[in-house]
């Protein structure tokens, strides 16, 4: 696998169900970002993790918790979600520091659907 | 705040001609950088090309090429002999240039397609 990899690409779950999408990136990157693209409205960051610490939470619901055991793993645990969360989230990576300005490389998604 | 603006939702060009996509975007910083970024239909988003806000030349990349008006806070992007990959949703993005990682910002896209 090479630049980053997110699974699963598809989901549908209910209101009450717990699920968790994975987010792996294979370029020795050391930030990675969570964003939520919704139709019709822009990319909206969500997440931040530098050195696997959370740096940004742009006043995320609890219902969404991300996780970030490395620099190359990013998870984001969905509980309780509502309709109006169905969307597309991608994970990108970057490296951090050193420069001020690092390119940030996308996952392809996964395309979330709550019923 | 920063917010970035593509008054064009979608457009469309012939093969082999050229279109240009616009963005204006609104911030009060003086150093910073704007991008344009490609997602083709279910495929991964790519950087196109990218403005450092204290170069005054125009970026190009191939085909590419940026009209870049600081005072006017324009960034539009041309697209030369347009090819049918080119078939995309195309955004226009912002980051303020600091040390460390700072976000993009987004508009909320053109729709792009090129029909043969």
């Known amino acids: 696998e090479t630049g980053v990899t997110q699974t699963p690409r598809h989901l549908v779950m209910g209101m009450t169900n717990k699920k968790s999408l994975k987010c792996e990136q294979h370029l020795g990157h050391n930030a990675m970002y969570w964003y939520k693209q919704s139709a019709k409205k822009p990319l909206e960051l969500m997440f931040v993790y530098n050195f696997k610490e959370q740096t940004e939470n742009n006043s995320v619901p609890s219902r969404f918790s991300p996780e970030c055991p490395n620099s190359s793993h990013l998870f984001l645990h969905l509980h309780t979600l509502q309709p109006e969360d169905s969307a597309l989230y991608l994970c990108a990576s970057s490296r951090m520091g050193l420069a001020d300005y690092n390119e940030q490389f996308f996952g392809p998604g996964t395309r979330l659907t709550v019923l | 705040a920063q917010t970035v603006t593509q008054s064009q939702p979608e457009m469309s060009v012939q093969e082999a001609e050229t279109v240009t996509l616009s963005c204006t975007y609104d911030t009060s910083e003086s150093n910073y950088y704007l991008f344009w ?13 990218r403005q450092e806000a204290y170069k ?39 980051m303020k240039r600091s040390l460390g990682n700072t976000p993009l910002v987004f508009g909320k896209g053109t729709r792009l397609s090129v029909i043969a």
Not at chain 2, 38 to 46: L, T, W, Y
Not at chain 2, 67 to 80: E, H
Request: glycine share 2%; hydrophobic share 40%; charged share 15%.
């Open chain 2, 37 to 49: 970024y490609k997602q083709p239909p279910s495929r991964q988003m790519i950087l196109v090309i």
């Open chain 2, 56 to 94: 005054q030349q125009n970026a190009t990349e191939n085909r590419f090429s940026v009209n870049f008006q600081k005072a006017a806070k324009s960034f539009s992007l041309k697209i030369s002999d347009s090819q049918l990959g080119d078939t995309a949703m195309y955004f226009c993005a912002f």
